[in-house]
């Protein structure tokens, strides 16, 4: 059956954790990108076909065939592009690090906290592996490099073969900084390839789409396509509100065993794709355990993640996620006494109360480093009405609006809908 109509946030949007982050709170707008795939709905629509010749299918069916879907092994190269209009995430994640005071013997260019930001901005190739619920590995290609992060068992492995750096998590450790992904309903416990919150495959991205639905959005089933040789229908979703920052998002499953083999994102505003990501090769056959195994190559510097943990608790940043900024709006809490949600559907925000209810740090206070005022000045606008004044940030795809009074107003939706959000909150 189609997925339970909701409005809830996934970790993206929970209550904000206890304390500040003096390097995580300068890009709100990336750290809360996770909240488009909460304020999407779902209702049924008839089929069409197209090329290639399929049965007639309707989009019910077609999202029970992507829930019903067992597909657990496979091997494949996957394209993803990502264009949020901001600037390149790698450097700049460099740069927060190092003001935080990183540089001691905690620190690892292999980390997944921070290498995986890449994926946030610009196109990369992946090549993906999976057996089953325990073993993953997703690999990102450079021209000269490659960036390889491992999941067998109770092991995560993350390899960088530029710096010939490693970095290792076992055991809870593994389970706890590393699970995402999973198939729902999963009963393991156990970390997949990637840090939370970074889906990596068409079909992750998928599953965060669908997992909120309600009357808001009009699904229908646009067609069919070939992806990597593969037969597949078109699932298209629209929103039926104004306001959202999203067009439409098109998910092409495979026909025979329902696994999305590629996503795309359209965006109000126009232009290409904000996410597009897709299966250039794909095979359903079990992958070699070879391509699970690993030892750390002779020489390479072996960072252990409780040392990664505590060397980011010395340098203030302890648990900044998957993005930078997630935990200073609570993508770690747990109670969400700080955050609640306005409005429903597309057009859902989120409200929440900074830690110590301060706005960002001014560039007079010497507090902000040079490149991450000039990252907030390329995508922040001054706003002011009856709840005060603040600053706008500005996606693509998910905007933010930051008070002065240390409240935060985020979701995909126009700037003009966080300022009304605001004035009615006020």
């Known amino acids: 059956m189609a997925p339970k109509d909701s409005v809830e946030s996934n970790g993206g949007t929970r209550g904000t954790a206890a304390g500040r982050r ?3 709170r300068y890009i709100v707008p990336v750290a809360v990108a ?42 494949g190269t996957v394209k993803i592009s990502t264009d949020l209009g901001i600037p390149s995430l790698g450097g700049l994640a460099g740069s927060f690090a190092q003001s935080g005071g990183s540089g001691g013997k905690g620190e690892s260019s292999a980390d997944p906290q921070s290498r995986m930001t890449e994926l946030a901005s610009g196109t990369h190739t992946l090549r993906v592996a999976a057996d089953g619920p325990d073993k993953q590995r997703v690999s990102i290609l450079d021209n000269a490099a490659e960036y390889s992060l491992i999941h067998n068992g109770d092991q995560v492995w993350a390899y960088d073969s530029k710096s010939n750096e490693v970095y290792h998590a076992t055991g809870n450790r593994a389970g706890t900084e590393h699970r995402a992904g999973q198939k729902s309903g999963e009963k393991s416990g156990h970390a997949t390839a990637a840090p939370e919150g970074m889906p990596t495959t068409p079909k992750a991205l998928a599953e965060q789409v669908l997992k909120a639905a309600g009357p808001t959005t009009s699904v229908t089933v646009d067609g069919t396509a070939q992806v990597a040789g593969r037969d597949a229908y078109k699932l298209l979703i629209k929103p039926r509100q104004n ?25 109000s505003s126009g232009g290409k794709a904000v996410v597009d990501a897709g299966f250039t090769k794909v095979d359903f056959a079990k ?4 391509s699970f ?19 980011r608790k010395a340098d203030g940043a302890e648990g900044l996620g998957m993005f930078p900024g997630a935990e ?15 409005g429903e559907g597309w057009n859902a925000i989120a409200e929440i109360r900074t830690p110590g209810g301060s706005g960002l740090p001014s560039k007079a206070s010497g507090d902000v480093p040079a490149e991450a005022q000039q990252f ?24 933010a609006l930051v008070t002065d009074d240390g409240k ?14 605001a004035n009615g909150a006020s």
């Not at 969400?336 to 949600?341: R, Y």
């Open 243 to 267: 306001g959202s920052t999203i067009r439409s998002v098109t998910v092409a499953v495979d026909a025979q065993n329902g696994v999305p083999l590629k996503f795309t994102l359209l965006p």
């Open 287 to 290: 992958p070699a355990a070879s």
């Open 328 to 342: 200073e709006l609570g993508a770690g809490g747990a109670d969400g006494k700080d955050m609640k949600v306005i």
């Open 376 to 399: 907030l000045d390329s995508l922040g606008d001054k706003v002011s009405g009856p709840f005060g004044s603040g600053t706008v940030f500005k996606t693509r795809l998910v905007n």
């Open 408 to 421: 935060v107003y985020v979701g995909a939706v126009t700037p003009d809908m966080l300022v009304k959000a």
């Open 293 to 311: 195994a690993f030892t750390p190559p002779k020489g390479a510097k072996v960072t252990e993640a409780d040392d990664a943990k505590a060397q």
């Open 34 to 75: 996770g909240v488009a795939a909460a304020t999407i709905g779902l209702v049924p629509a008839l089929a069409s076909t197209g090329d290639p010749d399929l049965p007639k299918i309707t989009a019910q069916q077609l999202i029970e065939k992507i829930a019903a879907s067992d597909t657990q092994q496979l091997s």
């Open 22 to 24: 003096k390097a995580a």
